[in-house]
Structure formats: C-alpha cells, structure tokens
C-alpha cells in the first residue's frame, strides 16, 4: 500500500499561506490527517512579559552550595556563572520556595553569619550565601531580583526590614546595606507573600485561607509603608483558596501564584505532553477568576492606607514550573536528568505562556542549577541540561508580543506566534519521534525566511557528567533565499521560523 501523508497549513494573513506536508511515520496512516495552522499577526493576544523566562534558586540540597557557589574558595563558580550569564534570565527569585518559612534574612547579612538547620529540606545552612550575595549575583546574570518573605515563622515587622535594607535610605538598616558593601539601594521591585501557604505538611499555621489573607493585609500594609512602589505576589493554591484571596487582596495583589509540575508516566514518554496540557488548562482556570473577580482597575482605595492601590490588573506569576520525574537523585530526588524529550515538554510550555501572554505577568523556572535545573554540576565541571538550549533560543529571538494562532489537525505540532511589528516569529514544536513536517513557503512573502533548529538524536537522549563534552543538542541556522518554498521541519525538533512582515 502507497503511504500517505500529512498536509497542514499556515496562514500569515490574507493571501499568504504556509502549507505543511507531513510524510508518514515507518509504519504509515492508514488515512490522510488534514491540519492547518492560521496565523492572525494583526491580532495582539497580549504583550509577552520578559518576566516569563526567569529563573528560581532556593537553599535547598545543591541548588546554591555546589550549584553557583563555591564554599570552599567563597565564591561563585566561574563554569556556572558564564553558563547562567549566556541564559540570560531577566528575573531571579530567592530564597524559595518551601525553605521561605524558616528562612530569616538577617541570618545572612553582614560578618558574623549563624549555622541554622535546614527544618525544609534538611542539613544545615551557613548562610555564607544571604541577601547581598544574592543581589551581586542577579547583577552579574542581569537578572531582576525577586524575593519571598517568611509568613510562618517570621514575623511582618522582619518583612518590612527587608524592604528597608533592600530599598531604603537614611534608615539604620540603609546604613547596614552601605556597611555591608552597597551604599545604593538594591530597588527590589517584586516580593512574594509567603510560599505555598496552603499546605498543612509544611511549617506554617496560614492553611485556612482566611488566616492567609488577614496577615497578608498586615505584610502589605508594612511592606508597602517603606517603599509603596513595590509589587506583591501572593501565595495562590486551589480555586476556593484563589476565590478568596482575589476577592479580598485584589486592590493590593499584583499577581497570584500559580505552581506547575508536569510528568511522565514511565515508558510513554508522550504522555509528558498530555501533563502539560492539563498545565494550560490550570492557567486558562485562574485567568478567568481573575476576570471574574478583579477589577482591572481599583476604586476608591482609601487615602488613609498611605500607599498606593495596585495599578494594573491583577496577573498570574507562575513562580515555580518545571518538570519533576519520579527517580531522580539528590536531596528529595530533585536532581534530575533531562532528556530530549523534556526540551520537548520545556517549549511546548513556553508556548503556552505566549499563548495567554495577557494574563501571565512572570515565570519562574524551578530550579537553576543541579535541583531540577537546566545546569548540572559535579565538584570539577558543568554541563547544560537538553532543556537549557530551548530556554536560551526563546529567550532571544521571540518577539514582545503575542499575536493570534489556530492550529488543528496535528496534534504533535505545538506553535505560538510573536511579532515585534517587523518581523513575525513562529515558535514550532514537532513533537512526532518519528515524522518531519514538511512546511510550503508561500512565494508572496518578501524577504529572507530564517529557521533556527534545534534537535537530538533520539527522545531519550541528554548531556551527561560523564562526558561533558559531548552535546546532544544540535543547533543549526538557515537562512532560505528569498522565494524559498519550502522547509522541512524534522521529527522531533523546536523550530522557530522568523519572516518580514
């Protein structure tokens, strides 16, 4: 029997079409699967906040010590630093995560540095790494500091001398800052109130969301009073704990968090994409409770706060997302070795934010360094993880926003589509093992066609320790002549096509 193929198709605007015809996997089809995917670029879904490609460290197993500090030397690791620095993250969020609730910044300034056990995740802390290493780190990545503070055993007065330190002036801890080796202010701009508050295993007396809210208010007030321009983050969970914190913290709440994990089942490393679809479907959930239950702007906030109201609508900060398998290394087994098909997974997600950019205001990736991260360390060397190459090629190319697209028929292919109003970017993910994409370039579009590829050999291949000298992870740029009419997309690849528009 002849195999059959695949057609899909691309519309970029009246008249402009990209067709796709897709050959067959070993096996064949047994009937012709018709798909199209329209892009609308004059339709603007929303801008795709730069926010949404952060990072995240926390005091937890080798995510700081061994990961980007070295404790023997008292210093960052060079090897991890220039990798971090090539990432480019626009934001770091410290110290957690669950660790947050026994965390006290004063522990971590200044000479005389106390050991404290690690009550979270274990071991002890010497707190050779606090708050003006962090700050100097997120300066050398060009990163945004972003800072959770302890709502379960800390206390909102300590809270408030965060900001102060952070961002005062003229004040005894502004004073500290400048005798701890920075005279200006850091200006950090976003806090998180508290961490995953709803969950009664951790430390913590905030479960009845009720509790949550009313301390909330008592942080905010005393937070905002040193530096009203701040903005606040608070703890989300499920849809009543959401419910009730929106409705109560909405004229104060910047964003509310949203945590995603995706996972495989083991052996069907497809079932990876179907995690992660239920991961849109969570985002698009909060979204419309924030429609339902916030004003996009606040009325009639009393003058006797004496701050300000938030004033954007409110957004979601998917401050900690990733992928965490079952089996992995390390403390918790949160060491993990990423394969091809996790770079898969990473892009198919960051589709997902540019497709709800109008509601996503920041993202976290958890972790950055060997706990569920994108870098790996052993005491002599670093590696870049299979995700870390999609990380870094959305990060540079996509555009600030995020324009209208309606994909059906094939359900391998993800895409998302950006613009910067001069040059269209579709974001490809071709997460078939098997069959390439064939793409048809319309003639009528003018100008050079530019892909840039990545992929792998196999599904489960990674980048190892063990020879970190060897990359999985191919990357190739073309650049097709003007008239090009044609471009396959390979199995199992992340592909992101840019055009003049």
Excluded at 204 to 229: E, H, R
Excluded at 239 to 247: G, M, S, Y
Excluded at 333 to 349: C, D, K, M
Aim: aromatic share 10%; hydrophobic share 40%.
């Amino acid at each position: 029997m002849e195999k059959q193929s695949r057609r899909a198709f691309v519309k970029l605007s009246a008249g402009a079409v990209i067709g796709a015809a897709v050959p067959s996997s070993a096996a064949g089809l047994l009937a012709p699967n018709v798909a199209e995917i329209t892009v609308y670029p004059d339709q603007v879904l929303g801008d795709i906040s730069p926010n949404i490609y952060g990072q995240f460290i926390e005091h937890l197993g080798r995510a700081i010590y061994g990961g980007i500090y070295d404790d023997a030397q008292r210093r960052f690791r060079p090897d991890v630093l220039e990798k971090v620095q090539q990432l480019h993250p626009p934001l770091l969020r410290y110290p957690g995560g669950t660790v947050t609730k026994i965390y006290h910044w004063k522990d971590g300034v200044g000479p005389a540095r106390p050991v404290r056990k690690n009550l979270i995740w274990g071991g002890n802390d010497n707190n050779h790494v606090g708050t003006d290493e962090f700050m100097r780190y997120a300066e050398l990545v060009g990163a945004a500091p972003f800072l959770t503070v302890n709502m379960s055993t800390g206390t909102a007065e300590e809270a408030a001398d965060w900001v102060d330190y952070c961002n005062g002036t003229g004040t005894s801890y502004a004073s500290q800052r400048q005798a701890n080796g920075h005279a200006a202010p850091y200006g950090v701009k976003y806090w998180g109130l508290g961490n995953e508050e709803a969950a009664r295993e951790d430390v913590g007396t905030l479960q009845n969301v009720q509790d949550y809210v009313k301390k909330a208010w008592y942080y905010a007030k005393l937070m905002k009073l040193q530096d009203p321009s701040i903005q606040l983050i608070m703890a989300g969970d499920q849809a009543a704990w959401n419910e009730e914190v929106l409705r109560e913290l909405h004229p104060i709440c910047d964003y509310i968090s949203l945590h995603l994990y995706a996972s495989s089942k083991p052996g069907e490393p497809a079932s990876l994409f179907a995690s992660i679809a239920t991961m849109e479907a969570s985002i698009q959930k909060l979204a419309a409770q924030i429609k339902a239950l916030t004003p996009a702007k606040v009325e009639n906030f009393s003058k006797w706060y004496r701050f300000p109201s938030r004033q954007q609508p409110v957004k979601i900060a998917l401050d900690e997302w990733g992928i965490w398998e079952a089996g992995g290394q390390g403390a918790y087994g949160l060491e993990q070795r990423y394969t091809w098909n996790h770079a898969l997974g990473v892009a198919t997600f960051l589709n997902i934010f540019q497709r709800n950019a109008a509601v996503i205001g920041l993202a976290t990736w958890a972790q950055t360094v060997n706990v569920l991260a994108p870098i790996m360390t052993n005491e002599t060397t670093s590696i870049c993880q299979t995700i870390y190459y999609p990380m870094a090629l959305y990060r540079r190319l996509c555009g600030p926003r995020s324009v209208a697209v309606a994909p059906t028929g094939v359900a391998t292919l993800d895409v998302s589509a950006s613009t910067d109003g001069k040059t269209l970017t579709l974001a490809l993910v071709n997460r078939d093992p098997a069959a390439a994409i064939r793409l048809k370039l319309n003639p009528k579009i003018t100008g050079h066609w530019t892909a840039h590829e990545l992929t792998a050999p196999s599904l489960d291949a990674m980048n190892t320790l063990t020879a970190p000298d060897t990359n999985v992870v191919s990357y190739q740029q073309r650049t097709l002549p003007a008239g090009t009419t044609a471009y396959t997309l390979a199995a199992r690849s992340i592909v992101l096509v840019q055009a003049p528009i």
